[in-house]
């Protein structure tokens, strides 16, 4: 029987797949805008949406998120070309979709152990 923690990280896993399909379209977004290379608007949205899942990613142990996210911010955070900027967005675009169609799990460390 799961016990109250687990139950909330459950839900806390639901809030946080909202969350990335949110994250996924402001991410083409502001690649779009970044594109644009007229303003750098779109470049620091870009890396503050990066940096959310990140963090996020980690606390759900989903390495595939969070190092293509930790490896965006890092490319916008150095000034990138920004062809590489845009690929890191997509390649991240595309590990969120995948992510999403196989659902976020709730994490080992909310799990009940036997004693």
Do not use: Y
């Not at 955070?77 to 169609?101: F, K, M, P, T, Y």
């Amino acid at each position: 029987m799961p016990n109250a923690l687990e139950l909330r990280a459950t839900q806390l896993a639901a809030a946080f797949e909202q969350r990335l399909d949110r994250d996924k379209k402001e991410l083409i977004t502001n690649s779009n805008l970044a594109a644009d290379e007229s303003t750098e608007t779109g470049f620091e949205s870009l890396r503050f949406i990066a940096h959310r899942i990140v963090g996020s990613a980690r606390l759900f142990g989903c390495d595939e998120l969070s190092v293509p996210a930790k490896e965006l911010e890092v490319l916008v955070e150095e000034g990138a070309h920004i062809s590489s900027i845009i690929r890191a967005v997509n390649d991240l675009v595309g590990q969120i979709d995948r992510a999403l169609a196989e659902g976020i799990s709730t994490p080992e460390w909310a799990k009940t152990r036997d004693a």
